[in-house]
């Protein structure tokens, strides 16, 4: 069956994704189980982050958990303006590769992540970010997920084109959290299919009107 059927078929838009209202969104891949993190999962997923991680995301998610002392370690990260995505390998559960969905002001969707160091270079980030990809589109029904990086990171250019990003106007320069001023580019990554199917009223990119 190809993949635009299989795809066509699937309630969720995205086949063997699962989706419930307890929004832990869980799907797999070849070699990854794919769901959203929860809170409980950030203490182990800080443990893992590298230097180069760090300097590039210009945060640190240790720094983040302090401020989320006190909440339930069994909430999902998922609400309208913000996601964690974890892949853990499905051979040894341990985790792989961590992507991000963060939505600004503008009601943009951006997307980032890194691969846990001893992880890379196996085609596990092109392997989570395929998936999540198909999960904006398909399944949350955002027609254009957008992402940064410093211009110098060649393994990140390298994964958005691996996964389909074409790259895209924006600022030269761009201030990371930590305040340093970096080279920038851009890339998007479009899909005129994409179709809303979840059902979690905390969807990231989700905007609810009233009246
Ligand atoms: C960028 C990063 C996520 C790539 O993860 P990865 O698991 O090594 O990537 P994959 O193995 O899935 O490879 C994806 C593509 O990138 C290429 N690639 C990965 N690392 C590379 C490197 N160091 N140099 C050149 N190309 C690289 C691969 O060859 C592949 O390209 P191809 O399909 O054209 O052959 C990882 O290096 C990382 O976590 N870096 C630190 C954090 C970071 O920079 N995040 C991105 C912020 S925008």
Known sequence: ??????????????????????????????????????????TELASLEDDETR???????????????????ALPVWTREYAMFVARE???GGPAVIVTLAVTADRRMWVGGWVVADHRRRGYAREALDVVC??????????ELHAGRETDN??????????????????????????????????????????RRCVSLYAPGLTILFG
Do not use: K
Not at 55 to 73: F, M, Q, S, Y
Not at 134 to 143: F, K, N, Q, S, T
């Open 154 to 195: 060649v393994a990140s250019g390298r994964w958005l084109a691996s996964c389909g990003f074409v790259q895209a106007d924006g600022p030269s320069t761009h201030v990371l959290p930590d305040g340093r001023s970096v080279e920038s580019d851009w890339w998007r990554h479009t899909d005129e299919r994409a179709r």
């Open 1 to 42: 069956m190809s993949s635009r059927l299989r795809s066509a078929l699937s309630l969720s838009g995205v086949p063997g994704l699962s989706c419930r209202r307890d929004p832990v969104h869980r799907v797999r891949s070849a070699r990854l189980d794919i769901s959203v993190a929860r809170v409980g999962d950030l």
């Open 134 to 143: 198909a999960i904006v589109h398909r399944h949350l029904g955002v027609a």
């Open 90 to 92: 499905r051979v040894t």
């Open 55 to 73: 300097h590039r995301n210009g945060c640190t998610l240790a720094d983040e958990l302090a401020a989320l002392d006190g909440i339930d370690p």
